[in-house]
């Protein structure tokens, strides 16, 4: 595999060098199965391998989706924990448009979502804890070439308003710990 991807990155520079766009996709699958590989070199090992000299001019080529961060905000979706939606326990019915929560086949999703969503898949590995969440997914944008110096965030689970607000002031403030990498005692002493 380190054969594989030292000759994209080769071929990348050379394009560079006399002016041309290059398909990366093309470029990988040609390379593989030059290399006999029956897989592709992950956007990311291919990212980690560029050399100094050339990251200024390669990463922007290489960044993955770049419009997530295209305004200079990196979006960060996070979970919530599952729970009860407050709707259930006014009628005792559950929403048909609601596939998840503690009470469905879906138990460890939250209220609305099956588990099975980018951002549920994310948050279940983390075990809903909101600073491993956070940092996870910084992490993975760093990886994939995008800047994340300034984040906002998404908070999903549809009823994160209904929970405690002592959870509440918990999530948020080890939202802003995770990016700050202070642990902090109050939600105003987080986002300072």
Do not use: W
């Not at 800047?147 to 209904?162: L, N, Q, R, S, W």
């Amino acid at each position: 595999m380190m054969m594989t991807i030292a000759d994209v990155l080769k071929q990348l520079i050379e394009a560079h060098e006399e002016g041309k766009d290059v398909n990366l996709n093309k470029l990988k699958t040609k390379t593989s199965s030059k290399y006999g590989l029956t897989s592709q070199p992950r956007l990311v090992d291919i990212i980690a391998a560029v050399p100094p000299a050339y990251r200024k001019v390669l990463l922007p080529k290489l960044k993955a989706k770049p419009i997530r961060t295209a305004s200079g905000i990196a979006v960060v979706a996070v979970m919530c924990k599952p729970h009860r939606c407050p709707h259930i326990n006014f009628t005792g019915n559950i929403c048909v448009y609601c596939p998840g929560g503690p009470d469905s086949d879906f138990e460890y999703s939250t209220q609305s979502y099956t588990g099975y969503e980018p951002t549920s898949m994310r948050a279940i590995r983390a075990r809903y804890d909101p600073y491993l969440q956070t940092r996870h997914r910084v992490e993975q944008l760093k990886q994939l070439g995008h800047t994340v110096d300034k984040v906002e965030f998404i908070v999903m689970g549809g009823t994160f308003m209904a929970l405690p607000e002592d959870y509440r002031d918990y999530f948020i403030r080890n939202l802003h710990d995770a990016l700050s990498g202070h642990t902090s005692s109050s939600v105003a002493e987080a986002v300072r």
